[in-house]
């Protein structure tokens, strides 16, 4: 099980636990439901539904405007003393009846049940003809073991979250649990990555703030689309959420989003269409790690489509340190975390198929203006923490008061939906420096980029390509030169890099040109000092 990261910008999983917030609810009439007799199992066809309250998106607003004016006040937990006994072990024997399903057209939802990593309840409602019903929490919806703790949770205990699933009921194809944390399965099917809400002082010094969904309102919006409303609290905002979901078989899953914010306090760092990855360790830092497999992550890098229509690629580091990288522009046409290596070969774990994991890519649908995509990276020895996050962060913070809308498009791929005229990196090594069988030259390492796509195609040696690289002051390039790699269709840049002693983080800059035109997408490479001091 994911394990919540303990420092003070810890990075939650899709299953966590954060501090809860909730929203107090006008009284809903409950459905009576005769209990089953002991030892027999309760005929179902659904769950119980309460009375019906009118209810859209603006109404949704209008409560998170109305939420904002007013203090924060959290949720206590509910009989803490029994959710701390359903433990990982006595959650995962709790399983969601499939004839229980709440029915959103031809897609089933299903529910999540409370536990010690899941304790504040959200609220689910079913929407229909402008009306909500609030589905009513009961034990007969679960299949138990009958010493099971949670036998002993009060009738109006709640849900954790739910999950979409295919109308065939053997897979689910999203879900949301914990904090406002959502994911999918991708073209792949293979979990991997979360996308959250919001994020909030991720990676500042003041700790990092976790906003809930605490209410969804599902709705059929037919074409096999579901749409998901959501309202958000947490001590520095309040906000309304439309999503509407809609599963591709082969291709993924596309959701446009809506949000609009409203602000009870000042945010330092605001974090806009938040992606929540993991990146342990991969070719270009192999040395860090001692596990027996090749490569282990969920992501490879962050890809950005600059709002001039510059193609982006950072590859991602495990850095000893946690280490902010920010990238300015306006109007940007997209950004995403990005898994490319999809050869098996590279991870060999055939249990959590890395090679499968998601590529999530962020579309903005309406201007965003000026801001800076920011990716946080932080240290970690293990896969079972996520260590990256990548988000827009607008360039005005916002202050107690602020509204602020947003509306992005989310592409669950193998492949981001984005038109790659020039070639595309394919690899990121490091190493020792100089020449091997010859004597190592001190405070000198090795950067090897692979590149390929159809811009490259056909080109030889002849025709003129050349490694343009670029790196900070003091900071020396060594024999850069680019050729063919023999049996593919890459092409290989390479080139020394001396730092002196001293030198902290080195941020590098590269593509590969033909008579002064790129043919390939900028390579933003990040070279650490530890990274350095492990390879003079």
Do not use: C
């Not at 342990?280 to 192999?286: A, I, L, M, V």
């Amino acid at each position: 099980m994911p394990t919540v990261r303990p420092t003070a910008y810890r990075l939650l999983t899709s299953v966590l636990f954060a501090a809860a917030t909730s929203v107090a609810l006008a009284p809903l009439a409950s459905a009576d439901r005769v209990p089953a007799p002991p030892g027999t199992t309760p005929a179902l066809s659904g769950p119980v539904l309460a009375a019906p309250a009118a209810f859209s998106y603006d109404v949704l607003a209008a409560r998170a405007a109305a939420l904002a004016a007013q203090p924060y006040v959290p949720t206590p937990v509910h009989q803490a003393d029994v959710l701390q006994k359903i433990d990982y072990d006595e959650h995962w024997k709790i399983r969601f009846r499939p004839e229980a399903s709440l029915m959103l057209g031809g897609t089933p939802a299903q529910f999540f049940h409370l536990g010690t990593y899941f304790r504040q309840p959200v609220k689910i409602f079913l929407v229909e003809d402008g009306a909500a019903r609030e589905v009513v929490y009961n034990t007969d919806y679960f299949d138990m073991p009958e010493d099971s703790p949670a036998h002993a949770l009060k009738p109006d205990a709640g849900f954790a979250g739910f999950r979409l699933m295919r109308p065939d009921m053997k897979s689910d194809w999203i879900s949301f649990l914990g904090a406002a944390y959502f994911r999918s399965d991708g073209a792949l099917k293979q979990y991997g990555l979360s996308a959250r809400g919001i994020a909030l002082n991720t990676g500042m010094s003041v700790p990092e703030e976790f906003p809930r969904f605490t209410e969804f309102y599902l709705e059929p919006a037919g074409d096999g689309r579901t749409v998901v409303n959501a309202l958000m609290d947490g001590p520095s905002v309040a906000g309304a959420y439309r999503m509407v979901l809609r599963d591709r078989p082969g291709q993924g899953q596309v959701m446009d989003i809506t949000a609009k914010l409203f602000f009870r306090a000042p945010v330092e760092r605001l974090g806009i269409a938040p992606l929540t990855s993991m990146f342990w360790y991969s070719e270009s830092n192999r040395f860090q790690s001692a596990d027996w497999r090749p490569e282990v992550h969920d992501t490879d890098g962050l890809m950005i489509e600059t709002g001039s229509g510059e193609h982006i690629w950072r590859p991602l580091n495990n850095p000893d340190r946690v280490v902010t990288s920010s990238y300015f522009d306006r109007d940007i046409k997209g950004f995403g975390l990005i898994q490319r290596d999809r050869d098996f070969d590279n991870y060999q774990d055939d249990g959590v198929f890395y090679d499968k994991r998601p590529a999530v890519w962020v579309e903005p649908t309406s201007p965003w203006g000026a801001g800076a995509v920011q990716l946080i990276e932080i240290p970690t020895d293990d896969e079972i923490f996520d260590n990256i996050v990548a988000f827009w962060n607008p360039e005005t913070a916002p202050q107690a008061g602020d509204e602020m809308d947003f509306s992005y498009r989310l592409h669950w791929t193998a492949t981001p939906p984005v038109e790659m005229k020039l070639a595309h990196t394919v690899a990121t090594r490091i190493g020792n420096g100089g020449v091997p069988g010859q004597p190592r030259p001190e405070n000198q390492i090795k950067v090897v980029v692979d590149f390929e796509g159809p811009a490259l195609d056909g080109l030889t040696r002849k025709d003129g390509i050349l490694p343009e690289v670029s790196a900070p002051e003091g900071v020396e390039l060594i024999n850069p030169y680019v050729l063919p790699v023999v049996g593919t269709d890459r092409w290989r840049m390479v080139f020394d890099l001396k730092a002196p002693p001293g030198t902290g983080t080195v941020d590098l800059r590269a593509y590969l040109a033909r008579d002064g035109k790129p043919l390939t997408e900028t390579w933003l490479g990040q070279i650490h000092p530890d990274q350095i001091d492990r390879l003079r």
